[in-house]
């Protein structure tokens, strides 16, 4: 199975703020990465796909960027309602594997 | 729309067999390409993905579970069944079942997704 690891575990940051999360993967999944943002209580939701598109709906302010085993998601201008936590997610291969989680914190 | 509703016992005794169904609606199983997976997430831990179940019928699982479930589809009912046999409070968790519309080129992700339920394993 594929392993992916996100870091940080947590990040703190303040509204306004730029944020990086990024995500290894133990080997080669070229493009095939998936972001996504849940909140509490509620089911994930998909941001990103297939590393760098960004899914219908979601703020221009989140971007993805990576290829290969090294990727990133990038909050530009931090709101409010983005102190969550975010997931990423191989689907290059089966079974699909998921990080760890990274929990985003208000400073 | 696109929606999914999981529904199954919230609470199943140890050793027991785990039936949940996936009810959605706005999507047929029954189109080339669609896909619906199972997902599973513990109180306070990450998602980790379960069992998966394509238009044509092709089945895949979890490599460590992969001997206790089963899944299937009744395309006419637009729903999807996950089995997972002789349950373990480890396997306590929030259960969602999610779409994978396959836009091809290998492109595969979760764009819709169930409320989840929560199953506890408990005698």
């Known amino acids: 199975d594929i392993q992916m690891t996100q870091s940080p575990s947590s990040l703190s940051a303040s509204v306004g703020d730029r944020v990086t999360i990024t995500c290894r993967a133990s080997q080669s999944i070229s493009w095939y990465l998936n972001w996504y943002q849940q909140e509490p209580g509620k089911a994930p939701n998909l941001l990103i796909y297939s590393a760098s598109n960004l899914q219908s709906g979601v703020p221009s302010r989140f971007s993805g960027s990576g290829g290969g085993t090294d990727f990133t998601l990038t909050i530009s201008s931090l709101q409010p309602e983005d102190f969550t936590t975010y997931f990423c997610q191989q689907s290059y291969s089966i079974p699909n594997t998921f990080g760890q989680g990274t929990r985003l914190e208000i400073k | 729309q696109v929606t999914l509703k999981e529904s199954g016992p919230a609470l199943v005794k140890p050793t027991q067999t785990l039936t949940l169904t996936c009810s959605f609606s706005g999507f047929s199983l029954g189109t080339s390409t669609m896909r619906v997976s199972w997902i599973r997430q513990p109180p306070g831990k990450a998602l980790e993905w379960l069992a998966r179940i394509d238009w044509d019928d092709e089945k895949f699982y979890s490599t460590s579970l992969k001997t206790r479930l089963t899944i299937s589809k009744d395309t006419s009912k637009n729903q999807v069944v996950l089995t997972m046999t002789n349950m373990d409070p480890v396997d306590t968790a929030t259960y969602y079942c999610?779409?994978?519309?396959?836009?091809?080129?290998?492109?595969?992700?979760?764009?819709?997704w169930g409320q989840g339920t929560l199953v506890t394993v408990s005698s």
């Open positions: 999610a779409r994978d519309p396959n836009r091809g080129g290998g492109t595969s992700y979760f764009d819709y």
